[in-house]
Structure formats: structure tokens, C-alpha cells
């Protein structure tokens, strides 16, 4: 496979979509307006909880807050003077990406904060960390940024909602690489639970696909260099180099691969990416890569009317996570709009079971069983620099995966 140049960012698809929450199902037309309010503390607070400082900053971090308050204009807007929440404030704090950060941060959001619910958490060991908080607490959390299986597995809990992608997903990808001539795989990943649960399922998919994993190499989180690893990785010669790093990290190993010259005998698998990583290190140096991007800006009108709106007020292009966050807000707010409260068990029961459409979700379904939100994602490939045609036009749309192809079934380990 030495003669293959191409780079694959692993992962399965993307998604995509707009049509504002208003087409989210659930109780037609809203509730009626004569419904009063019944609202802790007579108004709705939303927690921002992610990475404000760190690897994870620029794919979520404080634009993540703009994402949330177009949720808020659009909701205020819409229902004008019938808003059941009428009063709609965001907190918001940093996790440093340490679950004992997030755990305390959660807890102080509840208590003290008085937050009705959590979004984002990035970093799957802090994820993780939030959800047992939200479920000792009972308020809801809904995960935008981790990818974790254990969030709708032996983990998941009734207050707790994994909304963007998650590993399974995301390991759809290797069969195609396999396939491509990829046989052997050496992976290196960050030693905690994301690159834990990406290692499993990726050698998974390897394994199915007809593929064999030479190594799996744990790395510090997070780490600047990558260069001992990288050599260990090409050591016993395998087909592909699989990093499952994501944010900062990625954009490390990334640079540092194509410097080790073993570009030239071994292709590049990236397990996650996020279009601010293209933009982060450049489009020559992910050209051809193929990825599963869960969301992108420039995939039809719709999500381009979106993403400008979101330029004018941040002066860059959304990731997917902050047009999930801009979904998981608005749909929080839509589910009080029906029930007339914001009692957390009141939401689950709007939420549970709901076909949605909006930026993010196309095709969506917030499934009862496991709390696992699916919907349509996307093959997407970086283009050359020569197809750019305008700033952070990186990405080509391959392939439409269907939802219920491009996630598992409902997790057996959960138990809500």
C-alpha cells in the first residue's frame, strides 16, 4: 500500500439540515396562548459547560455560547409575546477537559447557577462526569461534544441525551478504507475514555471489514508531541496510520506525520475531525482525506443561511458542535414551549421519541430506549487547495448515510 497517498479521516458521515425547529414534531402548533408559565425561579437558565481555553476550544468552546443565543433569538421570535420561556439566561464555564473539573463546575451550575440544563462537554472522561451529576441531581443534560458509547450505554441515565455522533459512527468509515487496500492498521489514540471507546470500535470495523490492527498505542491527553509515537506506529509497517486524537491534538499529529516522511509508505486515518481543524493547519495538508463530518455549513442553502448568520456575529464558520448546540437549545426550548414548564421530567417526555428536522438534525430521532439522537450523516472528502473557491469551502459531500445506517441499535447496556 506504500504507492497509496491518500489520506482517510475515518469516521462514518455527516449531517446536515435546517428547516427550524418549528418542523420538530411533537404537539402540533404549540401549546395554546392562555398556558402560563411555570418556571423555576420564573425563568429558564441554560448551562454552557466545555472547553473554553484548550485543544477542544475553537471546534466548540465560547462560540458555542453565539450558537445558543441564535437558539434563544429565533425561539423569542417565533413565539413573540405566547414564549412560555420568557426569561432566558446562559452560564457558562470552563472543564479544562479533567472529569473532576466537570464534575465540579456541573455541580455548581445546578446548585448555585440554578441551571435547568447542561449542554456541549466535550472530552468523554468529563462527559462522562457531567451525566452522573445530572442524574444525582435530576437535571438535564444533553452531550453535544463526546463521543462516547458508555453516555447510551452502561452509563446513560433518564436526564441525560447524546445528541451529535458517537464512536460506531464515526468507525463506519474504516470499512472503506479496508476495502481501498488497507489491510494492516497501527492506531494511536489518547489515553482516556473517547480514544479508549474509538479504539475499540475502529478495530472493530477493521476486524469485520477483513482488516487486522497491528498495535494500538496509548498517548498522553492532552500532548504536543507525537513524533516517538508516530515512529513506533510505522514500525511494524501497516497499511494505515489511524490517530484518534481530535482538536489541537489532531492538528499535532497531523503536522508531525507528514514531516516523519512516512506519508510515503503509509496512508493517514483520522478517526474525528472538525472543519476548524482543516482551517486550523491548512487544506494541502488534509487534501484527499475522507472523514465523516456530521454537519457541514455548505452542504445546501439552508445550512449556508444558518452559517452566515453565525459569521456575522463570531467572524468564522460553525463545526458541527455549534450547530448542534444551536439544535439541542432549540429544541429544549421548543419541548417547554409544548409542556408549558421547565421541569426536567416534563422535557423528557417531549423529548423521548421525537422526529425532528432543524439546522442539525435531518432525519433526526431522539430515541426512547437509549436517549442516542439520530439522524443522516455525511461522507465528506477535503478538497485540493485548487478546488477551493472561498475561505473554509474545504469539504466535499461524498455520500448521504441514512440515520438508521449510520448509528447501532439501541445499546442493550442501557437502562433507563
Given at each position: 500500500m506504500a504507492h497509496i497517498r491518500r489520506n482517510f479521516a475515518i469516521a462514518g458521515v455527516a449531517v446536515g439540515a435546517i428547516m427550524l425547529a418549528g418542523c420538530a414534531g411533537g404537539a402540533p402548533g404549540g401549546p395554546p396562548a392562555a398556558v402560563e408559565s411555570e418556571l423555576?425561579?420564573?425563568k429558564v437558565i441554560i448551562g454552557l459547560l466545555n472547553d473554553q481555553s484548550g485543544v477542544y476550544k475553537d471546534l466548540s468552546g465560547p462560540n458555542s455560547k453565539v450558537a445558543m443565543q441564535m437558539a434563544i433569538d429565533d425561539y423569542n421570535e417565533k413565539y413573540g409575546d405566547e414564549a412560555v420561556a420568557g426569561k432566558i439566561e446562559i452560564v457558562t464555564a470552563d472543564t479544562q477537559n479533567k472529569p473532576d473539573v466537570a464534575n465540579t463546575q456541573a455541580q455548581q451550575m445546578y446548585d448555585?447557577?440554578?441551571?435547568d440544563i447542561i449542554l456541549d462537554v466535550p472530552a468523554s472522561s468529563a462527559a462522562l462526569a457531567v451525566a452522573e451529576v445530572a442524574n444525582q441531581k435530576?437535571?438535564?443534560?444533553?452531550?453535544?461534544?463526546?463521543?462516547?458509547?458508555?453516555?447510551?450505554?452502561?452509563?446513560?441515565?433518564?436526564?441525560?441525551?447524546?445528541?451529535?455522533?458517537?464512536?460506531?459512527?464515526?468507525?463506519?468509515?474504516?470499512?472503506?478504507?479496508?476495502?481501498?487496500?488497507?489491510?494492516?492498521?497501527s492506531l494511536v489514540y489518547p489515553d482516556y475514555a473517547f480514544g479508549q471507546d474509538m479504539v475499540?470500535?475502529?478495530?472493530?470495523?477493521?476486524?469485520?471489514?477483513?482488516?487486522?490492527?497491528?498495535?494500538?498505542?496509548?498517548?498522553?491527553?492532552?500532548?504536543?508531541?507525537?513524533?516517538?509515537?508516530?515512529?513506533?506506529?510505522?514500525?511494524?509497517?501497516?497499511d494505515v496510520i489511524a490517530t484518534m486524537a481530535a482538536g489541537g491534538d489532531l492538528i499535532n499529529f497531523v503536522k508531525q506525520f507528514n514531516q516523519s516522511g512516512?506519508?510515503?509508505?503509509?496512508?493517514?486515518?483520522?478517526?474525528?475531525?472538525?472543519?476548524?481543524?482543516?482551517?486550523?493547519?491548512?487544506?494541502?495538508?488534509?487534501?484527499?482525506?475522507?472523514?465523516?463530518?456530521?454537519?457541514y455549513w455548505n452542504y445546501d442553502e439552508q445550512n449556508r443561511e444558518w452559517a452566515d448568520r453565525?459569521?456575522?456575529?463570531?467572524?468564522?464558520?460553525?463545526?458541527?458542535?455549534?450547530a448542534a448546540n444551536y439544535s439541542a437549545a432549540t429544541q429544549y426550548l421548543e419541548a417547554i414551549q409544548r409542556s408549558g414548564t421547565d421541569d426536567a421530567d416534563a422535557i423528557i417526555k417531549e423529548l423521548e421519541g421525537l422526529?425532528?428536522?432543524?439546522?442539525?438534525?435531518?432525519?433526526?430521532?431522539?430515541?426512547?430506549?437509549?436517549?442516542?439522537?439520530?439522524?443522516?450523516?455525511?461522507?465528506?472528502?477535503?478538497?485540493?487547495?485548487?478546488?477551493?473557491?472561498?475561505?473554509?469551502?474545504?469539504?466535499?459531500?461524498?455520500?448521504?448515510?441514512?440515520?438508521?445506517?449510520?448509528?447501532?441499535?439501541?445499546?442493550?447496556?442501557?437502562t433507563l
Open positions: 423555576s425561579d420564573d448555585r447557577s440554578n441551571a435530576k437535571k438535564l443534560y444533553i452531550n453535544i461534544g463526546a463521543a462516547t458509547m458508555e453516555l447510551t450505554g452502561a452509563a446513560c441515565n433518564p436526564y441525560t441525551f447524546h445528541w451529535a455522533y458517537n464512536t460506531q459512527m464515526l468507525a463506519k468509515g474504516a470499512k472503506g478504507v479496508v476495502e481501498d487496500g488497507g489491510k494492516s492498521w475499540k470500535s475502529f478495530s472493530e470495523a477493521v476486524e469485520n471489514a477483513g482488516g487486522s490492527v497491528n498495535e494500538a498505542i496509548a498517548t498522553p491527553f492532552p500532548n504536543e508531541n507525537f513524533a516517538t509515537f508516530i515512529t513506533r506506529a510505522g514500525s511494524t509497517n501497516p512516512l506519508r510515503d509508505s503509509a496512508t493517514l486515518a483520522v478517526g474525528l475531525m472538525f472543519i476548524t481543524d482543516i482551517h486550523s493547519l491548512g487544506v494541502d495538508e488534509f487534501a484527499g482525506t475522507t472523514f465523516t463530518d456530521a454537519w453565525f459569521t456575522e456575529l463570531t467572524d468564522t464558520r460553525p463545526s458541527f458542535a455549534h422526529k425532528v428536522d432543524d439546522v442539525f438534525l435531518r432525519n433526526g430521532e431522539i430515541r426512547a430506549g437509549d436517549h442516542s439522537v439520530i439522524h443522516d450523516t455525511y461522507v465528506a472528502k477535503v478538497k485540493d487547495a485548487a478546488d477551493v473557491e472561498e475561505d473554509w469551502d474545504y469539504e466535499e459531500i461524498l455520500a448521504t448515510i441514512p440515520a438508521d445506517e449510520a448509528y447501532p441499535d439501541v445499546n442493550p447496556n442501557c
